[in-house]
């Protein structure tokens, strides 16, 4: 079974510190991996997506995530954070060619000092 | 419409009483799933359809909660007798099945209180 473990649940920075959230999936198959934030007071919204190609990939806000295969992990970073990027960040991972279970990690909830 | 809708926002229960949740995917996503979200336990998968079956079920917590689906879009989760440890957000979500991207928007949520 797929499964998905974010190793912080709660990270504090100052702004213009860098991040870097981690992310490991335990699924033997190839897959494809996601990140979702969940600002304050609003609905969960896609942060950036793997499926294949580059495993660098460049999502929304500055944000990048690198999906390292022998690893089994997809961390997320970002230079630079802002105030603005207080929010709750959530892993998610699907089996390669499905069409069904994605499965979230906990969270992580990050909180930038101003 | 232009993003998934769930109704209603916020329930208040009491312990023993049945509720109903419903949402209304974006027009033309075929699939729909189902997310229960507790503090500290993230996002717990219930329950995901590809039109109006559910290949997965797994997550349901117990035969309390079921799920319908009907003409291939508005959805409605019921759990009856409630308890307090249904207490969580609710939240629910829809995909283009077909574009094979798992890209899934979500709603706002049902916050769930049983009392």
């Known amino acids: 079974a797929q499964s998905v473990s974010q190793h912080n649940h709660h990270v504090i920075l100052s702004e213009a510190a860098s991040l870097e959230l981690g992310c490991n999936y335990s699924y033997g198959g190839t897959v494809n991996l996601f990140w979702y934030v969940q600002y304050p007071g609003q609905h969960l919204q896609l942060l950036l997506k793997?499926?294949?190609?580059?495993?660098l990939v460049k999502g929304i806000k500055g944000f990048e995530a690198e999906f390292i295969k022998s690893k089994f992990s997809f961390n997320l970073r970002k230079p630079s954070v802002q105030w603005s990027d207080t929010a709750e960040y959530f892993c998610?991972?699907?089996?390669?060619?499905?069409?069904?279970?994605?499965?979230f990690g906990k969270g992580t909830k990050l909180s930038v000092k101003p | 419409g232009a993003g998934v809708s769930q109704s209603p926002s916020n329930k208040v229960t009491e312990k023993g009483k049945d509720v109903e949740l419903r949402c209304d995917p974006i027009?033309?996503?075929?699939?729909l799933y189902w997310y229960r979200q507790s503090l500290g336990q993230g996002l717990e998968f219930l329950i995901y359809?590809?039109?109006?079956?559910?290949?997965?079920k797994s997550g349901l917590p117990s035969d309390r909660f079921s799920a319908e689906r009907t003409g291939g879009s508005v959805s409605t989760l019921t759990i009856q007798r409630t308890q307090q440890e249904d207490s969580a957000v609710y939240l629910c979500?829809?995909?283009?099945?077909?574009?094979?991207?798992?890209?899934?928007?979500f709603g706002e949520g049902s916050r769930l209180t049983v009392l």
């Open positions: 998610a991972v699907m089996g390669g060619g499905s069409q069904g279970n994605l499965i």
């Open positions: 979500a829809s995909s283009l099945a077909t574009s094979g991207t798992g890209e899934l928007f």
């Open positions: 359809f590809q039109g109006n079956s559910a290949p997965d």
């Open positions: 027009s033309g996503h075929t699939a």
């Open positions: 793997y499926f294949s190609g580059d495993p």
